[in-house]
């Protein structure tokens, strides 16, 4: 991957926020990615990534509602 201080633009890697997660990732495979495996922040957001040679895609939604409600109890 590119170090972060040679990234050209400024960018350090694009994100694809969605909100339907598991429906997103079965159309970048359809497309012929290989998604990362599932990924968690503690905040409720899921991600995955879709690897380049020198950098990747983040795809992000949120998890369930409840399920992100009940782990805060």
Do not use: C
């Amino acid at each position: 991957m590119i170090p972060p201080h040679q990234h050209r633009l400024d960018i350090d890697h694009p994100v694809v926020s969605v909100r339907n997660h598991p429906a997103a990732v079965e159309r970048y495979i359809k497309l012929g990615f290989s998604p990362s495996p599932l990924s968690y922040h503690p905040w409720g957001s899921v991600l995955t990534l879709m690897m380049f040679e020198n950098n990747f895609i983040e795809l992000i939604g949120i998890r369930g509602r409840l399920e992100v409600r009940d782990q805060f109890r």
